[in-house]
């Protein structure tokens, strides 16, 4: 099937022949893998994307319309997945950033409970000093 044209093999591929898709895996997936590589720098996530573009195109077999070129629509689908793989790490970055942020915001708080609770314990050791020392410690805090 290698020397039958995109048409043909999608035509075939809508009639659930396996042996067009794995013509057209075998046709398009280096193309495939070398976009998501460009953009990823990972191969285990550039093979996971192109797996799940190709699952998708075999689910969906039956209701493809593609309108441009296969070479085309291919490139432009996997495109797309990984931009919504970018957004998707970008934000759990983001609400990492957030969280961490709150983190340290709590330990700032904490330490100023801690401070305050010993100025609390330094303000009743002051009272306990003679009256002209106790007035001089005051005026310090």
């Not at 093999?9 to 460009?38: G, I, N």
């Not at 401070?115 to 005051?138: A, F, S, V």
């Amino acid at each position: 099937m290698k020397e039958h044209s995109d048409i043909d093999l999608l035509t075939a591929l809508m009639q659930d022949d396996e042996l067009a898709f794995t013509t057209l895996y075998t046709r398009y997936q280096p193309s495939l893998f070398e976009v998501c590589m460009k953009y990823l720098k990972n191969e285990d996530t550039a093979h996971d994307v192109v797996q799940s573009v190709f699952m998708w195109v075999w689910e969906n077999r039956k209701d493809l319309t593609i309108d441009t070129n296969l070479r085309s629509y291919l490139c432009t689908t996997t495109k797309n997945r990984i931009l919504n793989l970018l957004r998707h790490e970008n934000l759990a970055i983001q609400n990492d950033y957030v969280y961490a942020q709150e983190r340290l915001s709590d330990q700032s708080w904490l330490e100023k409970m801690q401070h305050e609770g010993q100025l609390t314990r330094l303000r009743e050791l002051i009272k306990q000093l003679p009256e002209q020392r106790c007035r001089i410690c005051e005026m310090k805090i």
